[in-house]
T-cell receptor, first 112, second 110 residues
Framework: DAKTTQPTSMDCAEGRAANLPCNHSTISGNEYVYWYRQIHSQGPQYIIHGLKNNETNEMASLIITEDRKSSTLILPHATLRDTAVYYCIVRIANFGNEKLTFGTGTRLTIIP | NAGVTQTPKFQVLKTGQSMTLQCAQDMNHEYMSWYRQDPGMGLRLIHYSVGAGITDQGEVPNGYNVSRSTTEDFPLRLLSAAPSQTSVYFC?????????FGQGTRLTVV
């Protein structure tokens, strides 16, 4: 699985868009980008995933650059409940290989 | 629909004791996993299963056993607890691209 690089921490004002970057310069063609978050000490929560195209769901948007070497997770209107550690994970969709490499993620703090 | 349920939430063991962490899911997912999370670190895969009767090792399997007799349950057994196994343990089940995690078991070995 490709290695990812994320900033250690970020702050964002409540109500503003939170943009979380992730570098994955060694990503291969069959690897997907996944985002999970972990609020306080709870279990991780799936947010979104993508391969090439930008993706949007009810939680967030995922923007993947054309060369796929980096991506940005966008929380459009951040709330205090979005304060969490956000993990960018790159892996192939090989059903049977269950390893999700979480790394240390980005600690996002939403400021009132 | 309870999702992934882990029991107990907290446990203190003495060195050398054995115990089983329980994990159950009601979503009929074939894929299940156990992770541990140590302070300031990401999650590390212990064992996983791709279906009833099929298990395999993750990256940190030593000191742990698993079995999968039903689709719903995936217990994790600590054979002889050591202080190095003090951690928070998470169970997960997966459907397609989305993994669902339990709320964790906080284990302390003294």
């Amino acid at each position: 699985d490709a290695k990812t690089t994320q900033p250690t921490s970020m702050d964002c004002a409540e109500g503003r868009a939170a943009n979380l970057p992730c570098n994955h310069s060694t990503i291969s063609g069959n690897e997907y980008v996944y985002w999970y978050r972990q609020i306080h000490s709870q279990g991780p929560q799936y947010i979104i995933h993508g391969l090439k195209n930008n993706e949007t769901n009810e939680m967030a948007s995922l923007i993947i650059t054309e060369d796929r070497k980096s991506s940005t997770l966008i929380l459009p209107h951040a709330t205090l409940r979005d304060t969490a550690v956000y993990y960018c994970i790159v892996r192939i969709a090989n059903f049977g290989n269950e390893k999700l490499t979480f790394g240390t993620g980005t600690r996002l703090t939403i400021i009132p | 629909n309870a999702g992934v349920t882990q029991t107990p939430k907290f446990q203190v063991l003495k060195t050398g004791q054995s115990m089983t962490l329980q994990c159950a899911q009601d979503m009929n997912h074939e894929y299940m996993s156990w992770y541990r999370q140590d302070p300031g670190m990401g999650l590390r895969l212990i064992h996983y299963s791709v279906g009833a009767g099929i298990t395999d090792q993750g990256e940190v399997p030593n000191g742990y056993n698993v079995s999968r007799s039903t689709t719903e349950d995936f217990p994790l057994r600590l054979l002889s607890a050591a202080p190095s196994q003090t951690s928070v343990y998470f169970c997960a089940s997966r459907r397609d691209f989305e993994a669902f995690f339990g709320q964790g078991t906080r284990l302390t070995v003294v």
